[in-house]
């Protein structure tokens, strides 16, 4: 077990290894580099070949790269080109907020999921799946901007009830905070919700319908032993993928999410980066994203490897 | 004799033979409705969709224009029908680009195996272990805003789903007896990919058109919704939503009605395609969307 574990991490460091060549490698095709991007339209020949030098631009883009990654590994993010200001310091001011939003939207979309996924699942082909079942196919097409501005509209244009703005202060107290937040987190829920109970209701429908389940049942196992015993175990790898996959999916509906309801986060300051194409932020904030995706991915994999004794010998 | 019986109904059974359902009919209408405006627009708008029409900006609905008009005073109406062309037009343009890479590069995986199919499978994969919305920030991040790099950037990110289902079909089909047989013939590569393995993948490869159709339109509208896909003074529904956001505290609906549109599009659009799957396989969308 110990060593598919290792594996799986040498896989992971892999795989963000890879990711760093990829946003790395995105940025350095264009032409032109950032010393040009700086200095803009009105840049002379000598200027744009002393910046190439303070920059050490000149070297291979190899040992840049090089550069750049041990940077990361050792928390040196590199220095905004729009602000001058080290990256570590814009990103760690605005963490907190992007984190608290998806802790929270974590926090009421799992355990809703998954209750509202087993539901549907005791009651297969039923009224309350079938209702269930066009819910989220609707769910899934809509834009997340669409849930966010029809809540915002509701909530806090017409009834006045929540706050539109996801702007908290320190000062604010908790009916404060919690008015502010009511709707952001509300938006990003919805927006994994249908994907993860989706997910549940198949896995569960899965195990239930196996053999094993049968005979367990027919040898009169009172239905509590079945449930936790013989179904949850099972159940629980490709769950807790799905969670892991849905809070990764989170990334791109917290983008949004922030922009809607102003929240000064993470991603505000990656759209702000791209925007100005400031190429030292955004290659910071994607790296730390694409950390966050592949850790959690990881980390789902693992604790099913761990969950499930089937996983651990591989075929 | 009986030859006539066969063909004394054929009109009647066009539709049968369509076994439409009730909301496929509601969904399909939807669809032809917005295809039907966006063919003829230019001809249907009352004004351009960069005219200013009024001095008065949010208007509400009924003032100004049939739906008022938006933040500079231009009639959302106008620019919600030419809207619709860019809309349709570049989820179609991204959707036929990933399916162009991802078909070509899957059943090339499929076919040839060995290699090449490892060094491909490798690089998507890295590629999926990867969020698509951060991969596409990163690129226009780098390439700055424009319509060819939004379409092929998006275009690239969803191949790699497409790529993936296509590999599975080819590999399905590819160890089939019929294909055998035609190898066993020794009919050469590209007739039994044209012949065999293309069209009994069709169903499957229309149904993931649909789908990634849908995720076009998301995509595409998300990134203008954030200022970084379609730019003014274009019609686009997800700028649309970007530029009147604002008019909502103000009490205009000008940035909720092509919101709702967008949603019209793409909730149609599934339950079109969850109607053909059905209709093919008995399997939901759903079911795919869970695979």
């Given amino acids: 077990m110990h060593r598919i574990i290792l594996t799986r991490l040498a896989q992971g460091v892999l795989t963000l290894l890879l990711a760093s060549i990829i946003i790395f490698g995105a940025t350095e095709i264009l032409p032109g580099d950032v010393a040009e991007a700086i200095l803009g339209q009105s840049r002379t020949e000598e200027a744009l070949a002393t910046l190439r030098e303070e920059m050490g631009l000149n070297r291979p883009a190899i040992v840049r790269y090089f550069d750049w990654l041990g940077g990361m590994v050792q928390g040196d993010l590199g220095t905004s080109l729009a602000t001058k200001r080290p990256v570590a310091d814009m990103i760690e001011s605005r963490m907190w907020n992007t984190l608290r939003l998806a802790l929270l939207a974590a926090a009421i979309s799992v355990p809703l999921s998954l209750a509202l996924g087993l539901w549907s699942a005791m009651r297969a082909g039923g009224r309350v799946d079938k209702t269930l079942a066009m819910t989220t196919l609707a769910l899934i097409a809509v834009p997340e901007f669409f849930i966010g501005l029809i809540l915002m509209k509701v909530f806090a244009v017409e009834l006045k009830w929540l706050s539109a703005s996801a702007n908290t202060r320190p000062y604010f107290d908790f009916w404060q905070n919690a008015r502010a937040l009511a709707l952001p987190v509300a938006t990003l829920s919805f927006a994994v919700l249908a994907h993860m109970m989706r997910m549940t209701r198949s896995s569960v429908i899965n195990i239930f319908t196996s053999p094993y389940m049968e005979m367990a049942a027919l040898k009169g196992l009172p239905k509590r032993r079945l449930v936790v015993l013989h179904a949850l175990p099972n159940a629980l790898s490709p769950i807790l993928t799905v969670i892991a996959l849905n809070l990764s999916y989170m990334v791109s509906g917290v983008i949004i999410v922030e922009t809607v309801f102003g929240v000064p986060g993470l991603t505000r300051l990656l759209v702000d980066g791209v925007t100005l194409r400031d190429i030292p932020l955004i290659q910071a904030c994607a790296m730390i994203f694409g950390a966050v995706y592949i850790l959690l991915n990881l980390l789902a994999d693992v604790l099913s490897i761990m969950a499930n004794p089937r996983l651990r010998y591989p075929k | ?291």
């Fill in chain 2, 1 to 291: 004799m009986s030859d006539a019986t066969e063909f004394a109904k054929p009109r009647a059974s066009v539709f049968a033979g369509l076994r439409l359902t009730r909301t496929a009919i509601f969904a399909g209408g939807i669809l032809l409705f917005w295809l039907v405006l966006a063919l003829f627009g230019p001809w249907i708008a009352p004004h351009g969709e960069a005219d200013i029409i009024s001095t008065k900006t949010f208007a509400p609905i009924g003032e100004g224009g049939w739906l008022g008009t938006d933040k500079l005073g231009r009639d959302v109406f106008s620019r919600l029908i030419y809207g619709v062309r860019t809309t349709l037009l570049l989820a179609l343009v991204t959707t036929v680009i990933s399916f162009t890479f991802g078909v070509t590069l899957g059943f090339a995986a499929a076919i040839l195996k060995g290699w090449f199919d490892i060094v491909v499978s490798r690089i998507v994969e890295a590629f999926m272990a990867f969020p698509s919305t951060l991969l596409a920030l990163v690129v226009i991040g780098a390439f700055g805003t424009s319509i060819t790099v939004l379409v092929l950037t998006v275009g690239l990110v969803l191949s790699t789903s497409v790529f993936r289902v296509s590999r599975a079909l080819g590999y399905d089909i590819g160890v089939m007896d019929f294909v055998e047989a035609a190898r066993a013939r020794g009919e050469g590569t590209w007739w039994i990919l044209t012949r065999e393995i293309l069209p009994n993948s069709m169903a499957p490869l229309i149904a993931e058109f649909g789908l990634r159709f849908t995720f076009s339109i998301l995509f595409l509208s998300g990134l203008s919704f954030l200022g970084l896909g379609v730019q003014e003074p274009a019609a686009d529904w997800g700028l649309m939503v970007q530029e009147n956001v604002g008019g909502l505290f103000l009490g205009s609906s000008a940035a909720l009605i092509p919101a709702a549109c967008i949603a019209s599009l793409t909730v149609s659009m599934n339950l079109l395609v969850d109607w053909f799957q059905q209709r093919q396989q008995g399997e939901t969308v759903l079911e795919k969307i869970d695979q």
